[in-house]
């Protein structure tokens, strides 16, 4: 997606503003963003791999979806519209949990409040850039394989699955 503008929110998470994605790294402000889980009607979580042109975590495994809130979005019209970009499912969006975070990607620190969410699907992601390959797992293999093999999963995956799985 071309850049475009996101909202710039305060400690509270209120709109102070609006800003190129591009510029979230260079000024340092606080964004928000959404972080989608899918899960089938049979309970498995549907975990996709991330294409290799990613910056971050490229051909890692992560939750179904993620990205940015666009300006003047709320969380959950984003969370239905990244789900159909980056997967090509369409499905209601029920919020689990929000919460503020600060990360450090190499040199550059990123602030954000996350919004994660459950969707509940039996439809297929689409394969493209953004998903290369995806499984489907129950919670118990996930957790299991998440532990073995954790240099194959996303760290904030990792991190955002065990806040909310007692939810799934």
Excluded: W
């Excluded at 000024?27 to 294409?51: E, L, N, P, T």
């Excluded at 990613?54 to 179904?64: E, G, H, P, Q, R």
């Excluded at 990244?82 to 990607?105: A, C, Q, W």
């Excluded at 699907?121 to 689409?126: A, G």
């Amino acid at each position: 997606m071309t850049d475009h503008l996101i909202d710039i929110v305060n400690e509270k998470d209120e709109v102070i503003g609006s800003e190129l994605k591009s510029k979230k790294f260079e000024k340092g402000f606080i964004s928000r963003v959404v972080a989608i889980i899918v899960a089938d009607s049979g309970g498995k979580i549907i975990v996709c791999k991330r294409g290799p042109h990613k910056t971050i975590d490229a051909n890692m495994f992560d939750l179904s979806a993620f990205g940015n809130v666009d300006a003047g979005e709320t969380y959950g019209q984003a969370a239905q519209r990244e789900l159909l970009e980056e997967t090509g499912i369409r499905s209601p969006v029920k919020m689990l949990d929000k919460f503020y975070l600060e990360n450090i990607h190499g040199e550059r620190k990123i602030k954000l409040f996350c919004g994660i969410f459950l969707a509940k699907s039996d439809e297929e992601p689409k394969l493209s850039h953004e998903v290369v390959s995806f499984r489907r797992m129950s919670v118990g293999e996930l957790e299991e394989d998440m532990k073995k093999n954790p240099e194959i999963y996303c760290q904030g995956f990792i991190k955002d699955f065990n806040r909310v799985k007692n939810k799934l």
